[in-house]
């Protein structure tokens, strides 16, 4: 008898950016690439999107079964193959359960992949019918092809958010934000090839790169004594990767850096780095009241308490007004995301509407939208909140976020979410990604995979931002302050801009004369925690 599958019951709403497109890009002929983030060591960089298809050309040799040409066949018989795998996993997980797996067959887990796919993917009608099961042996490689191959007007992939981790990386973070690396973000230039030009853009504290003495805007020149600025090499390319993307806690790589134009060396060691959602926070006193102002680098489990403290110490502290500083976040969980923007705008704003709303494909039945939530989750993390505790709230009119292409999906929700409360969002920096899409993180076999399955929209029903949102004050990101120095670029306009109520001439300048930085991380965004207990009904997670 088959286990029931029922991963929608037990996980919530979670939008991210993958670590694919926000931290890597492949050097043509490497070899690269796919769908796989945390299988292996992860590609050094990665070229802007195709203009052509991603999936490869179908495999040959073997005929296709009925389920092959027709998935509808499976019917919603992914509770029949969920958790039978070709290596069943023994012992337990970081919770202490047992591992759900039972003995099972690689065909088995490819049945999974496209009865879930063909029931839930937003664009399941155009994935291709050309694929083989018989002529897998991988089930990586098999969800890789598992997706539309469409591409938009522009000529990008219509699906550029398809990806998997390994569910015990992805349960490490869910639970305690930890990554395994060295604790840096970067920003890459946007040229295809090399040149390539990589720059710090920030440094856990305590983490193996802050004890090697890192600091933001030093430029990445060699690693393990590879030209990292020029290679071509495929070899070269391949001790990049390991020495960028440590498999192990432990391994010791040398790296080669430069600062205001004098190289230098530093050693650093793999490690499991716990990463601060929320930092730098603090009110800055101004002629026209009290400005709060965070960091906040990602929506997981432990930013619920994080954001609590923050917003508790912005009201004590009387603040009028708010920068929300997300140049580096790449998404998570959705219930964080409208717990911030409630405590942004309070409930006179926000009572009885819709923070987002989520449309899926024709297959799937309509869950109830996510409101405004003013009470805690409650989340399962290291210092948790208790489940319906109160939110403290500014009840602001207008807030001002902080932005680079780095800034992507939950961000984003908060953003549409609050527009469609009418609040004021003023935006400094630079266009967000552009990513209205979730997912259901699916877990499997050791695995945990990511296929789109909705688009989410705000009250007033808008969610059409692919292209990304457009800052009111362009500026760049300014690697030679700390992120939340108030000389810092994007913090200083933001600041000026509140004050003058037009964007200053030196951003614009500024921001015309750098090159274009694209900020990526290393690590990939801590999402954290969704595989909670709920309650039934409990709406499913993305």
């Known amino acids: ?21 926000a931290a890597l890009f492949v050097l043509a002929g490497c070899g690269g690439g796919g769908g796989s983030p945390g299988v292996g060591a992860p590609p050094v960089a990665q070229q802007p999107p195709p203009t052509t298809p991603t999936n490869p050309a179908p495999p040959t040799g073997t005929q296709p079964t009925p389920e092959d040409l027709n998935p509808n066949l499976l019917g919603d018989a992914y509770g029949t193959y969920w958790n039978k795998c070709a290596v069943p996993r023994t012992g337990v997980d ?36 050309t694929y083989k099961m018989a002529d897998f042996t991988s089930a990586l490689d098999y969800f890789d092809v598992l997706k539309t191959p469409a591409v938009t007007a522009s000529g990008q992939p219509k699906d550029r958010y398809h990806f998997t981790y390994t569910t015990a990386e992805w349960d490490a973070m869910q639970t305690q934000g930890i990554s395994l690396g060295y604790g840096i973000t970067w920003s890459r230039s946007t040229n295809e090839g090399a040149p390539r030009t990589w ?38 390319i391949d001790i990049i990767n390991a020495g960028l993307f440590p498999e192990s806690v ?76 997300v140049r580096y976040n790449g998404g998570g969980l959705l219930y964080v995301a409208s717990q911030l923007a409630y405590m942004i705008a309070g409930p006179e704003s926000t009572s009885g509407k819709v923070f987002e709303r ?52 939950a961000s984003e929700s908060v953003i549409n979410g609050l527009r469609g409360a009418d609040i004021e969002v003023i935006q400094i920096g630079g266009t967000t990604c552009g990513k209205p899409y979730g997912f259901t993180p699916v877990p499997n076999c050791g695995t945990t995979y990511f296929s789109i399955e909705f688009q989410g929209v705000n009250h007033k029903g808008f969610g059409d931002f692919t292209d990304g949102f457009t800052p009111t004050c362009r500026a760049s990101d300014d690697l030679s302050r700390p992120v939340g120095d108030q000389d810092e670029g994007l913090l200083a306009t933001a600041l000026a801009y509140r004050a003058s109520g037009a964007c200053p001439a030196s951003s614009t300048a500024s921001s015309a004369a750098r090159a274009r930085l694209v900020p990526m991380r290393i690590v990939r965004p801590e999402v954290e925690e969704i595989s909670i207990h709920t309650t039934p009904g409990a709406p499913p997670a993305r």
């Not at 856990?204 to 071509?232: C, H, I, Q, W, Y």
């Not at 391994?251 to 060691?269: S, W």
Request: charged share 20%; with cysteine.
């Open 250 to 325: 432990g391994a010791a790589h040398r790296f080669t850096l430069q600062r205001a134009g004098v190289q230098y060396e530093a050693r650093m060691i793999g490690a499991e780095v716990v990463k601060a959602p929320v930092k730098n926070v603090k009110v800055i006193e101004t002629p026209s009241g009290k400005v709060g102002y965070l960091t906040f680098d990602s929506f997981n489990a432990v930013s619920e308490k994080q954001l609590y403290d923050a917003f508790t110490t912005f009201r004590q502290a009387g603040v009028n007004d708010l920068v929300l500083d």
């Open 94 to 129: 970081a919770s202490g359960k047992a591992y759900p797996d039972t003995q099972g067959t690689l065909l088995d887990e490819l049945k999974f992949l496209r009865a879930w796919t063909n029931q839930y993917y937003l664009w399941y009608n155009e994935v291709p019918n």
């Open 358 to 409: 989520s449309q899926y494909n024709d297959k799937t039945p309509a869950y109830q939208p996510i409101l405004f939530r003013s009470t805690a989750w409650g989340f399962a993390s290291s210092n948790p909140l208790r489940t319906g505790t109160s939110l403290p709230t500014l009840g602001l009119k207008r807030v001002t976020v902080l932005s680079t292409e780095g800034t992507c999906s």
């Open 199 to 236: 720059l710090v853009t920030a440094v856990e504290p305590g983490s193996p790169a802050s004890a090697a003495g890192l600091l933001r805007g030093d430029m990445l020149l060699k690693v393990d004594g590879v030209d990292f600025v020029n290679t071509e090499d495929e070899a070269a």
């Open 1 to 21: 008898m088959s286990t029931p599958f029922t991963p929608r019951r037990t996980t919530l709403p979670l939008r991210l950016i993958s670590s694919s497109l």
